[in-house]
């Protein structure tokens, strides 16, 4: 891993902060706060710290509400919290843990029990991080598998709630794969649906863009902050990319090639039930279908 780690110190006493600043900066990047809020901010943003140095006894809001938001927060919950307070009373300790701390260091703190305590918890969200994402990544593929799909998909609808910005999904349904798989042999199947997702990721461009295999041959595009006309061009695009493969295809009565369906849907605002846009998808992928395949199909907005 070629990025350092990241630990967000929250204490209201500048000298505090300094002292463990300068005690850090050689291994992680560090970044502080002087405010329960302003750590909230950071740890919410598109780059959150791996770790949290948390002081108890703050002004307006104190740690114990610092970490009990961050631990009700499904984008921060996974952060581990390190508290570092003078309140060293077993009580205390035990009220830390219960709210999900997972380390208590006591004021005055000495620096070598500091880096060892933040080295050894960094290590282990470090091996958590790589477990996880393994655990989210197609086995045939390499592309997100369906569990990170459903994840992210609800991740998504809630920011779109926060936000107010746009959803899109494409669903993608490699045309007459049967056919394929029956005269090639299921190696060969399996190529075909790595290449297929390779070529659907190069026509991605921004990072919060996702391809994931939904299941069999069909993949899924999660398009945030994207409208109707803008996911209809990317799934034009992943169409035009596929063709360009130039997979060959002689069984599909569609063309020489490997080509794909695509149904489009976008939801504007989060109205009822997030499946509700995935069925539009779907429905607009068989309406692909219906037309003859090698197409993009759009559905009404959902409302």
Same mark, same amino acid.
């Given at each position: 891993?070629?990025?350092?780690?990241?630990?967000?110190?929250?204490?209201?006493?500048?000298?505090?902060?300094?002292?463990?600043?300068?005690?850090?900066?050689?291994?992680?990047?560090?970044? /502080?706060?002087?405010?329960?809020?302003?750590?909230?901010?950071?740890?919410?943003?598109?780059?959150?710290?791996?770790?949290?140095?948390?002081? /108890?006894?703050?002004?307006?809001?104190?740690?114990?509400?610092?970490?009990?938001?961050?631990?009700?927060?499904?984008?921060?919950?996974?952060?581990?919290?390190?508290?570092?307070?003078?309140?060293?009373?077993?009580?205390?300790?035990?009220?830390?843990?219960? !709210?999900?701390? /997972?380390?208590?260091?006591?004021?005055?703190?000495?620096?070598?029990?500091?880096?060892?305590?933040?080295?050894?918890?960094?290590?282990?969200?470090?091996?958590?991080?790589?477990?996880?994402?393994?655990?989210?990544?197609?086995?045939?593929?390499?592309?997100?598998?369906?569990?990170?799909?459903?994840? !992210?998909?609800?991740?998504?609808?809630?920011?779109?709630?926060?936000?107010?910005?746009?959803?899109?999904?494409?669903?993608?349904?490699?045309?007459?794969?049967?056919?394929?798989?029956?005269?090639? &042999?299921?190696?060969?199947?399996?190529?075909?649906?790595?290449?297929?997702?390779?070529?659907?990721?190069?026509?991605?461009?921004?990072?919060?863009?996702?391809?994931?295999?939904?299941?069999?041959?069909?993949?899924?595009?999660?398009?945030?902050?994207?409208?109707?006309?803008?996911?209809?061009?990317?799934?034009?695009?992943?169409?035009?990319?596929?063709?360009?493969? &130039?997979?060959?295809?002689?069984?599909?009565?569609?063309?020489?090639?490997?080509?794909?369906?695509? &149904?489009?849907?976008?939801?504007?605002?989060?109205?009822?039930?997030?499946?509700?846009?995935?069925?539009?998808?779907?429905?607009?992928?068989?309406?692909?279908?219906?037309?003859?395949?090698?197409?993009?199909?759009?559905?009404?907005?959902? &409302?």
């Amino acid at each position: 891993m070629n990025a350092k780690a990241s630990v967000l110190i929250v204490d209201n006493t500048p000298a505090n902060i300094q002292v463990l600043a300068e005690a850090l900066t050689a291994d992680y990047r560090v970044r /502080v706060a002087s405010q329960g809020a302003k750590a909230l901010e950071i740890a919410r943003s598109t780059d959150p710290p791996d770790l949290i140095l948390l002081d /108890v006894m703050m002004p307006e809001m104190d740690g114990y509400q610092v970490c009990q938001q961050l631990k009700a927060d499904e984008r921060t919950n996974g952060i581990p919290v390190i508290f570092v307070t003078a309140k060293s009373g077993i009580e205390d300790e035990a009220h830390g843990r219960d !709210l999900g701390t /997972v380390d208590y260091i006591n004021k005055p703190f000495h620096l070598p029990v500091v880096r060892a305590r933040v080295k050894a918890h960094i290590n282990l969200k470090l091996k958590t991080d790589l477990l996880e994402n393994l655990a989210q990544i197609d086995g045939l593929t390499y592309i997100p598998n369906r569990r990170r799909f459903d994840q !992210l998909f609800a991740q998504e609808w809630a920011r779109m709630g926060r936000e107010n910005k746009p959803l899109a999904l494409s669903m993608i349904d490699v045309d007459h794969f049967k056919a394929y798989n029956d005269h090639y &042999g299921h190696g060969a199947g399996d190529d075909c649906l790595r290449q297929v997702a390779a070529a659907l990721q190069r026509t991605l461009q921004r990072p919060a863009d996702l391809a994931a295999r939904y299941g069999g041959e069909e993949l899924v595009l999660v398009l945030p902050n994207t409208n109707g006309p803008g996911a209809c061009t990317i799934a034009e695009r992943a169409r035009l990319e596929i063709a360009a493969a &130039g997979l060959a295809h002689a069984y599909s009565p569609t063309a020489d090639h490997i080509t794909v369906s695509i &149904g489009v849907a976008a939801a504007e605002v989060p109205a009822g039930d997030p499946q509700r846009l995935l069925a539009a998808a779907d429905q607009a992928l068989y309406q692909a279908k219906r037309d003859g395949r090698n197409r993009c199909c759009t559905a009404p907005c959902p &409302g």
